[in-house]
């Protein structure tokens, strides 16, 4: 127990570390670092916009009214940014780091090199653009005139937490492939604009198409699922238990990819 406290101590230590560097880094740019949060701020504002413009010609879609999918929205949001805020940033690097050999000397490095890899850099911006989430979806909360129960809250962050993990071990996995190409960014960017299905009720799509994006690439089910149990909509705890099998199940894929790299790695030098 002793030196299982030390060690969590000491990636804590590692941690605060990375957080003190990426907070001076953001810092020195000042002007970028609010312009992203403008620019994530009007690309949020769109997309309600847009959806505003859809209820302006129907009542609902499927079971999903105004102000539900608006919470939708939000949660959708609310993940992407938090992801974005722990993990983007890291991702898109891996294949740089496999193409210019920085990843040898992190494979030297006294800690785990996944967790090196995964949460070097803190996008602190991300942060603020989740607040802006969190106010969307208790202003559409108070809208629906309904509050949820503090097991539902419980749950819905559970659901949270969780969706931003699906994300962060599909897209790790999607990175690895940066081991066997020059160049994966455009592979994982690719996976980021998936995000935008996210934003969709689950009710919009159907067949193949859903089934997709639900079982093989989740993204539609990480938003529609905490959102529906805020919205007291959730018909069955079965969809509780799907989200939280598929993150265990994309993060043991997403390690099983990792090491299988790892071992057929020969340094940028060989």
């Excluded at 230590?13 to 670092?33: G, I, P, Q, T």
């Excluded at 009007?42 to 302006?56: D, H, K, R, S």
């Excluded at 939708?72 to 690097?93: D, K, Y």
């Excluded at 089910?221 to 509780?240: C, E, I």
């Amino acid at each position: 127990m002793d030196a299982g406290r030390k060690r969590l101590a000491r990636y804590a230590d590692v941690y605060a570390a990375l957080w003190k560097n990426s907070v001076l880094r953001e810092m020195a740019f000042k002007v970028n670092f609010t312009l992203w949060i403008v620019v994530e701020l009007l690309w949020f504002a769109l997309q309600l916009a847009f959806m505003g413009v859809v209820y302006q010609h129907t009542d609902a879609i499927g079971d999903w009214t105004k102000w539900e999918v608006v919470l939708l929205v939000g949660i959708s949001h609310f993940i992407q940014q938090i992801f974005q805020a722990f993990f983007l940033t890291n991702l898109v690097q891996l294949s740089e780091h496999v193409r210019t050999g920085r990843l040898d000397f992190m494979l030297l490095l006294p800690v785990n090199t996944r967790f090196i890899l995964s949460l070097r850099q803190v996008d602190l911006g991300g942060f603020v653009n989740a607040a802006s989430a969190l106010a969307v979806m208790g202003f559409a909360l108070a809208q629906l005139g309904r509050w949820p129960s503090l097991a539902q809250l419980c749950g819905a962050l559970v659901l949270l937490a969780a969706g931003v993990l699906i994300h962060y071990a599909l897209m790790f996995l999607l990175a690895t492939v940066s081991f066997w190409t020059v160049r994966a960014q455009g592979i994982v960017w690719g996976y980021y604009s998936l995000f935008n299905i996210s934003r969709l009720p689950d009710a919009a799509m159907r067949g193949f198409f859903k089934a997709v994006f639900t079982f093989a690439i989740p993204v539609l089910l990480v938003a529609n699922v905490p959102a529906r149990l805020l919205a007291d909509k959730l018909g069955s705890p079965w969809h509780l238990a799907l989200v939280l099998g598929l993150c265990l199940a994309c993060q043991l894929a997403s390690e099983a990819a990792w090491r299988f790299s790892v071992r057929h790695y020969a340094s940028a030098s060989s």
